[in-house]
């Protein structure tokens, strides 16, 4: 069977008719704020959502569930008659979603974090529902939210701070850290704050039920289930297509209350949220009242800041990291002090991290051309990412680094023992002959890589 992108070059692509749907439905919701949308369900099952929904899942990949189905199986039984099995459960009332399957992933900051991973059955549900609620939310969510919404990207959230910091002397602040804030939003007033838009019974029944879904996880060769979410009605698993939205709604509702309590207005506060990350800027000897204010909005909401990682930054003097980066104190020629940002210490040694794995010895079977384009997917994405502010030093450690172990790598693959790296690869062969990525090394080049 031939496929395009892992679909059928029978299946269409939709994409007019659903964006034209999303339209519709945000022009609706951004011209009646207070309209409570009652008739959703049937265009969560409508064949462009479900065959859109099908083809962003697909190209977002990831694990089975647990039920061990892949795309590929999907995709030699017949995508559309998958995708006709699953409209018609979801028409009849009959679809119920599986448990999701418990994944640990590293965290930055040492130890692990929980992922529920929902089977692609569910996480094609979710997709659709997401591709028809999103709109609908989107109209209303707040300026200051830069998190999993459409045409917004984390940069723009780190521009935001510096503009603030910069241009309107908030330079108070107020380095935030939620407490496991997706396993601990509560349930009934999430499902409350979408009903404030939303009246269809069964979307909000559909919702509740992914809420409260058991996790499943093999541990010493025993199947566990686990029903927290439904037992402390808390929490919107991480690694569920519509936990992002969900996660957005409920932040909402702090910033909502920052606002109408006059919080914003008396502290000259403005807050910068990115999932579950946020800053609030404020003027200078604002900052302890505003954190006060926020730590009982905080808990009001049912939520646990975490006091240990959420401190009071006074710049340019003090530095705070946010989003990867760090903002600091940086020195002009003639010795003026001005706020500026850089990669942090911690993103620089997680991509120093995965060069190092990327380049272990353990890998020399490989081919040298499969070695060079991972090196490249990870420093030219990073690199696309820390583009702000004076970040030539670190491209210059980054690229040294590379260099160095790449070298090692390739003596160790050809068995070179006792001779140079450098002497035998030198920079202009790892770039020209091997065509390792280059980064900018001038201001110059990054205006022109940038641009």
């Given at each position: 069977?031939?496929?395009?992108?892992?679909?059928?070059?029978?299946?269409?692509?939709?994409?007019?008719?659903?964006?034209?749907?999303?339209?519709?439905?945000?022009?609706?919701?951004?011209?009646e704020?207070?309209?409570?949308?009652?008739?959703?369900?049937?265009?969560?099952?409508?064949?462009?959502?479900?065959t859109?929904?099908?083809?962003?899942?697909?190209?977002?990949?990831?694990?089975?569930?647990?039920?061990?189905?892949?795309?590929?199986?999907?995709?030699?039984?017949?995508?559309?008659?998958?995708?006709?099995?699953?409209?018609?459960?979801?028409?009849?009332g009959?679809?119920?979603?599986?448990?999701?399957?418990?994944?640990?992933?590293?965290?930055?900051?040492?130890?692990?974090?929980?992922?529920?991973?929902?089977?692609?059955?569910?996480?094609?549900?979710?997709?659709?529902?997401?591709?028809?609620?999103?709109?609908?939310?989107?109209?209303?969510?707040?300026?200051?939210?830069?998190?999993?919404?459409?045409?917004?990207?984390?940069?723009?959230?780190?521009?935001?701070?510096?503009?603030?910091?910069?241009?309107?002397?908030?330079?108070?602040?107020?380095?935030?850290?939620?407490?496991?804030?997706?396993?601990?939003?509560?349930?009934?007033?999430?499902?409350?704050?979408?009903?404030?838009?939303?009246?269809?019974?069964?979307?909000?029944?559909?919702?509740?039920?992914?809420?409260?879904?058991?996790v499943?996880?093999?541990?010493?060769?025993?199947?566990?289930?686990?029903?927290?979410a439904?037992?402390?009605?808390?929490?919107?698993?991480?690694?569920?297509?519509?936990?992002?939205?969900?996660?957005?709604?409920?932040?909402?509702?702090?910033?909502?209350?920052?606002?109408?309590?006059?919080?914003?207005?008396?502290?000259?506060?403005?807050?910068?949220?990115?999932?579950?990350?946020?800053?609030?800027?404020?003027?200078?000897?604002?900052?302890?009242?505003?954190?006060?204010?926020?730590?009982?909005?905080?808990?009001?909401?049912?939520?646990?800041?975490?006091?240990?990682?959420?401190?009071?930054?006074?710049?340019?003097?003090?530095?705070?990291?946010?989003?990867?980066?760090?903002?600091?104190?940086?020195?002009?020629?003639?010795?003026?002090?001005?706020?500026?940002?850089?990669?942090?210490?911690?993103?620089?040694?997680?991509?120093?991290?995965?060069?190092?794995?990327?380049?272990?010895i353990?890998?020399?079977?490989?081919?040298?051309?499969?070695?060079?384009?991972?090196?490249?997917?990870?420093?030219?994405?990073?690199?696309?990412?820390?583009?702000?502010?004076?970040?030539?030093?670190?491209?210059?450690f980054?690229?040294?680094?590379t260099?160095?172990?790449?070298?090692?790598?390739?003596?160790?693959?050809?068995?070179?023992?006792?001779?140079?790296?450098?002497?035998?690869?030198?920079?202009?062969?790892?770039?020209?002959?091997?065509?390792?990525?280059?980064?900018?090394r001038?201001?110059?080049?990054?205006?022109?890589?940038?641009?």
């Amino acid at each position: 069977m031939t496929r395009t992108r892992g679909l059928t070059k029978s299946l269409p692509t939709p994409i007019n008719s659903v964006r034209k749907l999303q339209r519709a439905l945000y022009a609706k919701a951004k011209a009646e704020p207070d309209f409570r949308f009652y008739s959703l369900w049937d265009k969560v099952h409508r064949t462009d959502v479900m065959t859109e929904a099908y083809r962003r899942c697909r190209a977002n990949r990831g694990s089975v569930g647990v039920d061990g189905q892949s795309f590929v199986d999907i995709e030699e039984l017949g995508v559309e008659a998958w995708l006709s099995s699953l409209q018609e459960e979801l028409k009849s009332g009959n679809y119920r979603s599986k448990p999701l399957k418990r994944v640990w992933i590293p965290k930055a900051s040492g130890g692990k974090r929980p992922l529920g991973i929902p089977c692609i059955r569910d996480r094609v549900v979710q997709m659709a529902v997401n591709i028809v609620i999103l709109p609908i939310f989107e109209a209303d969510f707040r300026p200051c939210q830069y998190g999993f919404r459409p045409k917004i990207d984390a940069k723009m959230a780190i521009r935001r701070i510096y503009y603030h910091a910069t241009q309107h002397r908030r330079t108070d602040i107020v380095d935030a850290d939620l407490k496991d804030y997706f396993n601990t939003i509560p349930h009934s007033p999430l499902i409350r704050s979408v009903a404030r838009r939303i009246s269809d019974g069964r979307l909000l029944s559909l919702l509740k039920h992914w809420l409260e879904t058991p996790v499943m996880e093999r541990v010493d060769g025993q199947t566990k289930v686990s029903t927290t979410a439904k037992r402390t009605h808390r929490g919107t698993p991480q690694g569920g297509v519509i936990s992002p939205l969900l996660a957005n709604i409920y932040f909402k509702r702090f910033v909502l209350a920052w606002e109408k309590f006059g919080f914003q207005a008396k502290f000259n506060a403005q807050i910068v949220n990115y999932a579950d990350d946020f800053v609030i800027c404020c003027s200078r000897g604002k900052g302890e009242l505003a954190m006060t204010a926020m730590h009982h909005l905080m808990s009001k909401l049912g939520l646990t800041v975490n006091t240990d990682k959420t401190h009071l930054a006074h710049v340019p003097q003090e530095s705070f990291d946010f989003l990867g980066y760090t903002f600091c104190k940086q020195y002009a020629k003639d010795g003026r002090v001005y706020l500026g940002t850089k990669p942090s210490k911690k993103a620089l040694k997680s991509l120093r991290s995965k060069i190092h794995e990327e380049t272990a010895i353990n890998r020399t079977w490989d081919m040298v051309e499969n070695r060079v384009n991972r090196l490249n997917q990870l420093i030219g994405g990073w690199a696309n990412y820390f583009n702000q502010g004076p970040v030539l030093g670190s491209y210059n450690f980054i690229e040294e680094y590379t260099g160095r172990r790449l070298r090692r790598w390739l003596t160790k693959k050809h068995k070179q023992k006792g001779k140079s790296g450098w002497r035998l690869y030198s920079d202009a062969y790892l770039h020209n002959e091997l065509g390792l990525i280059k980064l900018p090394r001038n201001r110059a080049e990054l205006s022109s890589a940038k641009a």
